[in-house]
């Protein structure tokens, strides 16, 4: 299966999500034919982590939306994971981040791990885990927008592919960058994120597109998913307002 997930949806159930639904449990109603033939029977770790995670092969942030697989048996489970595991599908996101990016086309090779700040947050550590990041310049957008002060700044709209899978990678390699998603909670500042607020409803991020192969005949497979409304207005608004 394939989803479209909106933002403000958690993906995988955990012990602090008990009383919010996530796309876990809805994914356990679509896969339950799978999971009730496993019953009592679960020999093979993955069928154990299929029928744990509900078919949910990988993850987007809960503030993240856009394209997201779920496997509806064990053996196509596998696949996709290992798909994923060994770097073979293609995952591309959209994002708007601060400041202009320069040069226009770049890769971001730096380790990611757990803050020992900030259990909450990730960032680029010695010893990390490795984590590379490429973006590429779609538009600049030289905005008459307040930040830190100031009255005007540039924009920069990204389309971004992480080829490795780390917990908030993309959030976290664009602000090692200088250059944090617009309306970051986490990674953008506390001042920064009032201020972009005021124009933007939520983190400016969204999975717009994976390519994968066929779990069952290998075939190319490529799914795509345009920019959710409230994004896309919120940066014509922008737009219409800039000086170019």
């Not at 997201?68 to 708007?96: C, G, H, V, W």
Request: net charge positive.
């Amino acid at each position: 299966m394939v989803i479209d997930k909106p933002a403000g949806l958690i993906v995988n159930r955990s012990d602090t999500t008990a009383r919010v639904a996530t796309v876990q449990d809805w994914a356990e109603i679509k896969v339950q034919s799978s999971i009730a033939q496993l019953a009592g029977k679960v020999q093979r770790d993955i069928d154990k982590e299929f029928v744990d995670r509900g078919g949910v092969v990988h993850r987007l942030d809960k503030d993240t939306s856009g394209i997201l697989i779920i496997a509806k048996t064990p053996e196509s489970f596998l696949n996709l994971k290992n798909q994923f595991k060994d770097r073979e599908t293609m995952k591309t996101y959209l994002a708007l981040v601060h400041g202009k990016v320069e040069p226009a086309f770049g890769v971001i090779t730096a380790p990611i791990a757990r803050s020992p700040f900030n259990r909450m947050h990730f960032g680029v550590f010695p010893g990390g885990r490795e984590a590379q990041t490429s973006h590429k310049t779609l538009e600049n957008i030289d905005a008459s927008i307040k930040n830190q002060g100031h009255e005007k700044e540039t924009l920069t709209l990204l389309k971004v592919s992480p080829h490795t899978g780390r917990t908030h990678q993309i959030r976290v390699h664009l602000k090692y960058i200088n250059h944090p998603i617009v309306c970051d909670p986490l990674y953008c500042g506390r001042k920064t994120y009032n201020e972009d607020l005021k124009y933007f409803p939520r983190l400016f991020l969204h999975a717009t597109s994976l390519e994968i192969k066929h779990p069952q005949n290998g075939a190319s497979l490529k799914f795509e998913s345009p920019l959710p409304q409230e994004l896309g207005e919120s940066l014509d608004e922008i737009r219409r307002g800039c000086n170019v």
